[in-house]
């Protein structure tokens, strides 16, 4: 069954700094890995999307990065803003329709 | 394009009402889906519809009936509420085979049963 963890689950940083998020998953069969962010009280929003054969994905001060065989991803964000606080889901489609989240990282960026 | 869209976003049931939470996307997406949000326990899904008239359970479908018409709608219903179904609900799509298997969610429905 697949198992996807991420750490740290909070963190806080100051305003400018680089930062980077942890996810990890059991099953290295997968089609692709999705990281969102989720506001306070809202719904999800995709900020990139790693297909299986590639090893990373840029949009901006955000990189994902993909190392199917270890079973790891890493979201890098780069010189963060307060804007960017906001809790990060990372989720991995293997089939069966079904996302696989982990339980996410609060992230506080500090003015 | 409006993307998914979820109503109410918001809903107060006592034990034993039934409702149903609408679901709606423009991007004429094969796949639909229904998760539950819980604190603790991350986002499970519920059931899923790979187009219309085609659905199926997911890991946590037990109290919840679902139905798909038309490619557009996903309504899934609670028939009879329970105080275990307050949670935060997201529906989902993404586009068929040959797509990039990305998903879009909804906003969400906050739902309370008391």
């Known amino acids: 069954k697949q198992e996807v963890t991420q750490i740290p689950a909070a963190l806080s940083v100051p305003e400018g700094e680089n930062l980077v998020l942890n996810c990890s998953f059991t099953d290295s069969a997968i089609y692709n890995l999705q990281w969102f962010r989720q506001d306070p009280g809202k719904g999800l929003t995709s900020l990139l999307l790693i297909q299986s054969s590639q090893r990373e994905q840029t949009s901006g001060r955000l990189n994902a990065s993909l190392d199917k065989s270890s079973g790891r991803s890493t979201l890098y964000i780069a010189a963060s803003q307060p804007g960017d606080s906001a809790t990060y889901l990372c989720?991995?489609?293997?089939?069966?329709?079904?996302?696989?989240f982990g339980q996410g990282t609060r992230l506080t960026i500090n003015p | 394009n409006a993307g998914v869209t979820q109503t109410p976003k918001f809903q107060v049931l006592k034990t034993g009402q039934s409702m149903t939470l609408q679901c709606a996307q423009d991007?004429?997406?094969?796949?639909m889906s229904w998760y539950r949000q819980d604190p603790g326990m991350g986002l499970r899904l519920i059931h899923y519809?790979?187009?219309?008239?085609?659905?199926d359970q997911g890991e946590v479908p037990n109290g919840y009936n679902v139905s798909r018409s038309t490619t557009e709608d996903f309504p899934l219903r609670l028939l009879s509420a329970a105080p275990s179904q307050t949670s935060v609900y997201f529906c989902?799509?993404?586009?068929?085979?040959?797509?990039?298997?990305?998903?879009?969610f909804g906003p969400g429905t906050r739902l309370t049963v008391t």
């Open positions: 519809s790979v187009g219309a008239g085609i659905t």
């Open positions: 989720a991995v489609y293997g089939g069966a329709q079904k996302l696989v």
């Open positions: 989902a799509s993404r586009a068929g085979t040959g797509g990039s298997y990305e998903q879009y």
């Open positions: 991007m004429n997406h094969e796949y």
